[in-house]
């Protein structure tokens, strides 16, 4: 292997250091927030996008998405389709107007 | 039979067969997971006001802090024994495999006293709702840890590095592949951190 590849590879140990970094530092900001005097909604919203930024630095870095191919990016965006319709099911039980007659 | 375009990329999909493959079961699993998630919402959405709340401040946030710590350098030790692979340094990839397989037993570990301390108060599935979908979600995530743990425990094994002397770049692309459902893993359980023990 050459030194131009070693460099590159010793490049990406920084970042996935540096991932590891960020990733521990929100989850310790997840507990902290956890304990805020803050209303249920809020608490929710501010826990599920610290949530959001941790599973994102994970997709990105960890697991490649952000240079990954498009067949990938595809088979994703379709499964997070999907999978956001999958999270409204239980929305629509709320607006079930049979069930408040 | 040696399967085709397991090292080259297809021309049409721009993959190997492998990444291909392992995509489409974690999009499966996405579902798999996504399916419970929604289950969660919708029994949190029918649940008396500050059930959810009830029930889950009786779990231990302590421990549930210190294994996303684990499961997260897990992760990184993971995409190291990959990262030594790529620099063909064999020793140090069963040096972080070895880290890896140990973090994941020490997640094992921690579930355990977590599930056997509620065990002990009488806090079983069948105890509230909440704690239905507590033990379905962690006990699924659970055994994702035990089958990557055997996986990875075979590349780990003798039998890793006669694959290794043999088909040197097909066995870094089976850690690559390997490591991509860890990371799925790790990140299954960065949604569940929050949302059984926080709110």
């Known amino acids: 292997m050459s030194d131009h590849d070693n460099g590159h590879i010793e490049e990406h140990i920084k970042v996935y250091l540096t991932v590891f970094g960020a990733l521990a530092f929100l989850t310790l900001l997840t507990v902290a927030a956890s304990y805020m005097d803050i209303s249920t909604t809020e608490a929710i919203f501010l826990a599920l996008s610290i949530a959001t930024v941790k599973a994102s630095l994970v997709a990105g870095y960890f697991m490649h998405l952000i240079t990954e191919k498009q067949t990938i990016i595809w088979i994703l965006t379709l499964t997070f389709i999907f999978f956001l319709f999958c999270m409204f099911i239980p929305m629509i039980t709320v607006i079930d107007h049979a069930s408040l007659s | 039979m040696q399967l085709p375009y397991i090292i080259e990329e297809r021309p049409d999909?721009?993959?190997?067969?492998?990444?291909?493959?392992?995509?489409?079961?974690?999009?499966?699993?996405?579902?798999?997971?996504?399916?419970?998630?929604?289950?969660?919402?919708?029994?949190?959405?029918?649940?008396?006001?500050?059930?959810?709340?009830?029930?889950?401040?009786?779990?231990?946030?302590?421990?549930?802090?210190?294994?996303?710590?684990?499961?997260?350098?897990?992760?990184?030790?993971?995409?190291?024994?990959?990262?030594?692979?790529?620099?063909?340094?064999?020793?140090?990839?069963?040096?972080?495999?070895?880290?890896?397989?140990?973090?994941?037993?020490?997640?094992?570990?921690?579930?355990?006293?977590?599930?056997?301390?509620?065990?002990?108060?009488?806090?079983?599935?069948?105890?509230?709702?909440?704690?239905?979908?507590?033990?379905?979600?962690?006990?699924?995530?659970?055994?994702?840890?035990?089958?990557?743990?055997?996986?990875?425990?075979?590349?780990?094994?003798?039998?890793?590095?006669?694959?290794?002397?043999?088909?040197?770049?097909?066995?870094?692309?089976?850690?690559?592949?390997?490591?991509?459902?860890?990371?799925?893993?790790?990140?299954v359980w960065i949604f569940l951190f929050p949302i059984l023990y926080l709110l």
């Open chain 2, 13 to 187: 999909t721009g993959l190997n067969n492998a990444k291909l493959g392992i995509w489409v079961f974690l999009a499966s699993e996405i579902m798999l997971f996504g399916g419970l998630f929604s289950a969660y919402v919708f029994l949190r959405m029918a649940a008396p006001v500050g059930d959810f709340a009830y029930w889950g401040s009786k779990l231990s946030i302590p421990m549930a802090t210190v294994n996303t710590l684990v499961l997260i350098s897990s992760s990184v030790t993971m995409i190291m024994s990959w990262v030594s692979l790529k620099m063909k340094d064999f020793e140090k990839y069963k040096m972080y495999m070895g880290l890896t397989l140990l973090c994941a037993s020490i997640f094992l570990v921690i579930k355990y006293f977590e599930y056997t301390g509620k065990f002990h108060h009488g806090i079983y599935p069948s105890s509230s709702t909440f704690m239905g979908i507590y033990f379905t979600l962690t006990g699924l995530h659970g055994l994702h840890i035990i089958g990557g743990m055997i996986v990875m425990g075979y590349f780990w094994l003798p039998a890793g590095y006669k694959m290794w002397e043999s088909e040197p770049e097909h066995f870094t692309n089976r850690i690559e592949v390997v490591g991509l459902y860890w990371h799925f893993v790790d990140l």
